[in-house]
């Protein structure tokens, strides 16, 4: 059997989704190839849109596309709200980080410094000014950063607005894995799926998170160089009569390691995240557990009255530099959305349209141009234009 699109879609988490709904809206028939559309990393994730907060040293490129994807992120909700029918959970609400002690106290000047130096705006607290932004933080904060510009959303809510909003601008879904990529006289044509059903197509959009490496066909010059990074997360509830019980997205390095709570309007509670290097392993492990809970109530003592309603690990699709991989390949045909390793959701907006511009014809616009595949290809396959420079030196762990 075999189905034909201008533009097949292998993946159908956020990424996907929101490639296929914008190059839909361009007038291209679209396909996506996924089991389960909607699901993915966005499962696990907690939603910040921490483009401010999540700042790390070497990642100047990156945060101007951050910072162009946060941007777009108003506009975003209320276009796709529109076309859904469905709310995302968009909440401005600003994010405070806070210090525990004085070596994390002089980790958030650092940050604080770094900000300042990158024109980004955030307010330094005192430890009492914290707590009377946040009275249930811990009276031992000693002091802290307010950032009124760094917002959340909630993925999963994001997740299911984007495949109703891919549904109604007509885009189709083949409900299984993609298992190879076609490849006829070195060009993308399709992709086979593990039931033999074979889906052609003029593009091929590879968007497949941390497996994106992993689908046969592709040749090895252009084959994603991404890799799972583990990522456990809680979801607590907080009580109607605990509410307010934060008003905004509280994050912090508690002894050298990191934690954050993202409160939802609906009293959710996401308490994240652990960062680790274990392959494709997605257990929920009594030490991830042990250490989020351990950080969280150092953090705010009263989080241990809440239920808690849930524990999932996921895999963030980490790339060499951090930064994704966005448009074309060296094989014509095939491009790759993939890579955003902690910033999937805060990307999500400024990738659809980087991608449908790249589908429809046009060029990447510029706010994402280093970020092309092509500054991983191998010497011989990269155009002297296309050959960018890396755009950030790696780093572990998320502030
Ligand atoms: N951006 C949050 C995380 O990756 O844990």
């Known amino acids: 059997m075999s189905r034909t699109s201008d533009v097949l879609v292998v993946g159908g988490g956020i ?24 699901g993915g990393a966005a499962r696990v994730a907690a939603g910040m849109l921490a483009a ?25 909700v209320a276009e796709l709200e529109a076309a859904s029918g469905q709310e995302t959970g968009y909440r401005a609400c600003g994010t405070l980080a806070v210090a525990l002690d004085t070596d994390d106290r002089a980790h958030l ?40 510009g760094d917002h959340q959303v909630d993925p999963r809510r994001l997740a299911a607005a984007l495949l109703t909003a891919c549904e109604r601008a007509g885009v189709a879904w083949h409900h299984g894995w993609a298992q190879s990529l076609s490849v006829v006289r070195e060009r993308a044509t399709g992709a086979v799926l593990a039931d033999g059903t074979e889906l052609t197509a003029d593009q091929v959009v590879l968007a497949a998170g941390s497996l994106s490496g992993r689908l046969a066909g592709v040749p090895q010059d252009v ?26 997205t509280v994050r912090a390095v508690v002894r050298g390691s990191h934690v954050y709570l993202v409160p939802r309007e609906n009293g959710e509670l996401v308490v994240g995240a652990t960062s680790e290097e274990l392959g494709w392993d997605t257990t929920v ?28 690990a996921g ?15 060296a094989l014509p045909g095939l491009h790759l959305a993939t890579g955003h390793y902690r910033n ?22 510029d706010v994402a141009r280093p970020f092309s595949p092509l500054r991983f290809a191998p010497a011989s396959t990269a155009s002297p234009s296309a050959a960018v420079p890396p755009v950030c030196v790696p780093q572990e762990q998320p502030v």
């Open 344 to 365: 999937g959701v805060l990307l999500t907006p400024v990738t659809g349209d980087a991608m449908a511009a790249v589908l429809a014809g046009g060029e990447l616009p």
């Open 52 to 76: 401010v907060t999540e700042l790390h040293y070497g990642e100047e490129t990156l945060l101007g596309l951050n910072l162009a994807s946060a941007e777009r992120y108003p506009a975003f």
């Open 223 to 248: 084959l994603p160089p991404v890799r799972p990074v583990k990522g456990q997360v809680l979801r607590l509830t907080v009580p109607r009569a605990y509410a307010p019980f934060l008003n905004r």
């Open 315 to 329: 895999l963030r699709p980490g790339s060499p530099d951090n930064a994704p991989l966005l448009g074309p390949t």
């Open 285 to 312: 492990t009594a030490g991830g557990v042990y250490e989020l809970l351990r950080d969280a109530h150092e953090l705010v003592p009263g989080i241990t009255e809440l239920p808690l309603t849930e524990t999932l």
């Open 109 to 148: 000047r650092e940050l604080h410094a770094l900000q300042r130096r990158s024109g980004l705006e955030s307010q330094w607290l005192t430890g009492r000014e914290c707590r009377r932004l946040e009275p249930m933080l811990a009276p031992g904060v000693r002091g802290g950063l307010r950032v009124d």
């Open 15 to 38: 990424i996907g989704l929101v490639t296929a709904w914008r190059a839909a809206q361009k007038g291209l028939r679209v396909a996506v190839a996924d089991p389960r559309p909607g």
